[in-house]
């Protein structure tokens, strides 16, 4: 069946640092991949997306870009800021449901 | 708008009691979801309603009964609570379909003991 890979966490940076989260997928057909954010407290919210084989998703200086050939969907920022601590979620999608990654804990100090 | 509400914000419950989850949105989306969120599993699909007037069985089903009341309201139904469905409950709604983004509700707290 579908499922997403994603690095586990937590993962520290300190602020102005580079950040990488990996995720990788398996899925039949074309699945649509999404990263979600989730805050403290809060449920989660769309960061990304992309629908098709290299679509670059972008927001709030996040990107990432859908790799058919390594079935990958890699999150990055170029400089990380405290605001960004939250927990990371891959999901992909191949019609009705989403199927999510277990999510990544980032921690940015100060 | 308010978006995606959900009552009641924190339970708990003894095993075996029952109780109903509320979800309700305002944006007018054909599609509603509940999810559960354990430590270190990520979000599993309890159960989805593509549209008004149906629904579906996600990943994880068992001990859970779901109602889309309408458009808006989408209730999950425990009726006999077990310590195994102490979690996090996340309701969300999208216009139709996961191809599109999917609005999640603050999430219910349920503590079974």
């Known amino acids: 069946g579908d499922s997403v890979t994603q690095m586990e966490g937590p993962v520290t940076l300190s602020e102005e640092a580079f950040l990488t989260i990996n995720c990788t997928y398996t899925a039949t057909g074309y699945p649509s991949l999404f990263w979600y954010v989730q805050y403290p407290g809060e449920g989660l919210q769309l960061l990304l997306k992309a629908t098709k084989a290299d679509d670059k998703g972008s927001n709030k200086g996040f990107e990432a870009t859908y790799r058919k050939e390594t079935t990958s969907f890699h999150l990055e920022k170029g400089s990380v800021q405290v605001s960004d601590s939250a927990v990371y979620f891959c999901a992909l999608s191949t019609g009705y449901a989403l199927n999510f990654g277990k999510g990544t804990s980032l921690l940015v100090t100060p | 708008n308010a978006g995606v509400t959900q009552t009641p914000k924190f339970q708990v419950l003894k095993t075996g009691q029952s109780m109903t989850l509320q979800c309700a949105q305002d944006?007018?989306?054909?599609?509603m979801y509940w999810y559960r969120q354990d430590p270190g599993m990520g979000l599993r699909l309890i159960y989805y309603s593509a549209s008004e007037g149906t629904t579906d069985k996600g990943e994880v089903p068992n001990g859970y009964n779901v109602s889309r009341l309408n458009k808006r309201e989408f209730s999950l139904r425990l009726e006999s609570a077990a310590p195994s469905q102490t979690s996090v409950y996340f309701c969300?709604?999208?216009?139709?379909?996961?191809?599109?983004?999917?609005?999640f509700g603050p999430g219910t707290r349920l503590t079974v003991t």
């Open positions: 969300a709604s999208s216009e139709l379909g996961a191809l599109n983004e999917q609005y």
């Open positions: 944006m007018n989306h054909n599609s």
